[in-house]
């Protein structure tokens, strides 16, 4: 699908995301794909599998050309069985290995749920610390072209629900290659979550190998007027929203939250603790969803610090429409952050 829509204006999008002309820029897509053939080449305990990831297209790009390169006994293609692949890299991970195991849509990873939630997200526990699961569960989130309540949804709420996981979701590409290497070496089992249309997305990537800090959120503008804090694509359309609000005299400070579990609180804290006001903008669900979440905790620890009640940016409680018309109404975006910062500045 054509850049501009998807995001709009190119340029217009690049230097709102902060990329500096000049320096090494990669996409989205081309971030994950070194870093995965970095760890391939420098570590025998990384191996790669999944439905597709030997495909020409190699996973929308994130794995292309990888079994050329390391072998079709590191990048393995797997039969469509999601909750025996699972366990195998499960296995793998408790043997020592650090698979990084890719599920193409998160819709079809409840078919792991058994493994993911009473295997991976336990065994460091149930062994009193002496067991490991380092097992990278990467999958892809976001709408898509007709791809209606089957293919489209955002479970990010789901596997953050369960102790013993840690669920990532970068917006950058600078963020999708230090944070996917910053999974595979974390020792837990880490899903990492990615959106479909941020693989276009290009930005600033060093070439060597770097880790990004999961549990640390970062603050993408800054602003005295309201806190937007956003994941994954909705740190773009925040970003949007700020823009537009700063012409009309409106200063927003927004947060890339970068990761779900575990939440950096403190960075909101400091930031509600100095605007007042909290918007959370998620890709998933509304109800009992990350925003749910992320304002129980500043209503539990910072209530005193807010000026007005907080507030969701989120999808709507019903599955998602195959048409491109109900897609349009279904989605939020910039117009929804906007009109929830104006009616949260008007209350008394």
């Not at 994130?62 to 072998?71: A, P, Y």
């Not at 209530?303 to 018309?325: E, I």
């Not at 279904?330 to 949260?344: L, N, Q, R, S, T």
């Amino acid at each position: 699908m054509p850049w501009t829509k998807v995001y709009g204006d190119k340029a217009e999008f690049e230097k709102m995301a902060g990329v500096t002309p000049g320096l090494r820029g990669l996409t989205y897509r081309e971030a994950l794909l070194e870093a995965t053939a970095q760890m391939l080449a420098s570590d025998q305990t990384v191996f790669v599998l999944g439905e597709g990831v030997d495909d020409s297209a190699g996973v929308f790009g994130t794995t292309k050309g990888l079994h050329e390169r390391f072998g079709k006994d590191r990048v393995i293609d797997t039969p469509l069985a999601e909750n025996g692949v699972t366990g195998i890299a499960i296995g793998a991970a408790l043997a020592g290995m650090r698979p990084i195991l890719v599920h193409m849509r998160v819709d079809f990873m409840p078919l792991s749920m058994d493994q993911i939630m009473n295997h991976a997200a336990k065994w460091h526990y149930m062994f009193g610390g002496k067991v490991s699961v380092p097992v990278t569960i990467r999958s892809i989130i976001g709408r898509g072209w007709g791809s209606a309540a089957q293919h489209s949804q955002s479970l990010q709420a789901l596997f953050a629900h369960i102790p013993g996981l840690k669920v990532v979701m970068p917006a950058t590409p600078y963020d999708a290659k230090g944070l996917l290497r910053a999974s595979v070496y974390d020792g837990n089992p880490v899903i990492f979550i990615e959106h479909r249309w941020l693989y276009e997305h290009m930005g600033h990537v060093p070439e060597e190998a770097y880790t990004v800090p999961i549990g640390k959120a970062v603050v993408r503008r800054k602003g005295p007027d309201v806190t937007i804090a956003a994941a994954s694509y909705m740190v773009y359309e925040a970003l949007r929203a700020a823009s537009a609000l700063s012409g009309q005299g409106i200063e927003s400070e927004v947060i890339d939250l970068r990761t779900l579990k575990p939440l950096d609180m403190e960075t909101i804290f400091e930031s509600v603790k100095k605007t007042g006001r909290l918007i959370v903008a998620d890709t998933g669900w509304k109800e009992f969803g990350i925003g749910a979440e992320v304002i129980a905790r500043v209503a539990e620890d910072a209530f005193y610090d807010l000026k007005a009640p907080a507030a969701r940016v989120a999808l709507p409680d019903a599955p998602t429409p195959a048409s491109p018309v109900l897609e349009n109404a279904f989605y939020p975006g910039k117009g929804h952050i906007i009109e929830a910062v104006k009616k949260m500045l008007v209350r008394k």
